[in-house]
């Protein structure tokens, strides 16, 4: 296990002020007497020596005189900007707290107000101006890199464009690398690409501090980004790149691009796919189905909609389907309605997804037009509907009670995130299904009592997925990242259920259990990439010995 940092590896370089101030080195009120006597800290720290524990709880108590969701997110980024590794204890000794602090929802709103509650930088800010110095910014970063994670800030969860305020996002899912996923907080590296926003908020807002231009697009886009890959692999040839809240028209050309490049994966498309699927598997199980006598409608066509239903059709396949068989369960809804092949205005992925006529033969409503999202309910009876629209309230009480008709347990997922874009909130779902669905979300929600029984909501996010990924792809040494890793990540993630055991319970594992799940899943992800020919093989064994010993736990 790999645990703090030892005091001696840094003392050579820092002491005094330089090594209070570092957060990665900083022990604060727990260096001992002889540490302070040895780095030059006499007199800067209070007397009394405490322990981590110590730390940890006067932390707590300050983290609880906080009383908005933004105020103590803003204490948290302070005190990651100040100790690390009292942070991620902190963390972890309250994760169903602070997780969504952290992260989902709040993060959200972090962005939003970016400008405004900025204190101090973290990570690297690459705007477009300063494109051709990305070499000498890369070189301001001396220490090793295992993990970055980049965003353009345009679709912010489903917030949409949020310029260079997007940079709460790697900030926030580097955190979850380390929390959930173990990874060395040292390792880690957050990147925002400014440029430039077409959000007029801020754009007229005197305290933006991104930069302040409307949005580079088109053929200066893909050179920008060309830049900035060609300058990670020069800087950091074995890095895994984690591309995170693109536009999904931006974020599917590039990884179309890079995936055969270097090690990299978007997390929207692909980390959403894998979890949903995941969960969707556990949810059909415990409702006492099979995936592929499923009919799914997924309203929503973006980035994260698409990789999810094919990740579910390549299931279908994997599952003896043809692909013509599995494709024919998929209803899939853009603002134009139903995806079919009579639509002329579909791009080739979409296409992957079109229903063919004979498939709507005998439907109510006109096959030729728009095929509406009740037009689609009415008649595909799904099993299962997805939302990943960022439209909040599109699931309406009327298509849902439809839905129930035809179904004895309906799996619902409202994926849509923060909390305020959900496309339904678990309490009016088991209402209108009258106790009925099986509920996954993307962002968190208290357990709902309906009529007696309390229904635990799963969490369906991405978090389950990209720090396990990491660290199977560290422990692994991957070169690459396969689709095949995300399949069992999926199947993975699956079998940790709470729900396969007790159809009462959550389908998925609760988050102070995150770590061990994510082991599982890494052991996983690792075997899969030895498999798919993407990383050198070593036994089971020396799998679990390289996790453990990635695994970062917060200690001094
Ligand atoms: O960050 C999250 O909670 C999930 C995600 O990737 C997104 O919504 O873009
Ligand atoms: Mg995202």
Redo the contacts with the bound molecule.
Sequence with gaps: MNSGRSTEEFTIEKRGVLLIEDPLLNKGTAFTQEERVKHGLLGLLPPHVDTLEEQEERAYEAFCDFHTDIDKHIFLRQLQDENETLFYRLLLEHITEMMPIV??PVVGLACQRFSHIYRRPRGIFISYPERDSMDAIFENIEHDVDVIVVTDGERI??LGDQGVGGMG?PIGKLSLYTLCGGVDPAKTLPIVLDLGTNNQERLDDPRYIGWRENRIKGAEYDAFIEQFVTAVKKRFPHVLLQW??FASVDAERIIDKYRDDLCTFN??IQ??AAVTTGTILAAITAAGGKLVDQNIVMLGAGSAGVGICLQLKQAMIDNGHSEAEARSHFYVIDRDGLLHSGRTDLDPLHQKLAQSPENLKGWDCDVTGTISFADVVRNSKPGVLVGATGQAGAFTEEIIREMAKHTNRPVIFPLS?PTSRAEAIPSDLLKWTDGKAVIAT?SPFDPVEYNGVTHYIAQC???YIFPAMGLGILASRARRVTDSMFMAAAFALKETSPALKDPAASLLPSLTTIREVGRKIARAVAAAAIEAGVADSITEEEIDQRIEETMWTPEY
Excluded: F
Aim: net charge negative; no cysteine.
């Design positions: 992260y989902t969860l489903g996002i995170e809240d997390d929207d980390g959403t995130n993307g996010n991405n978090s």
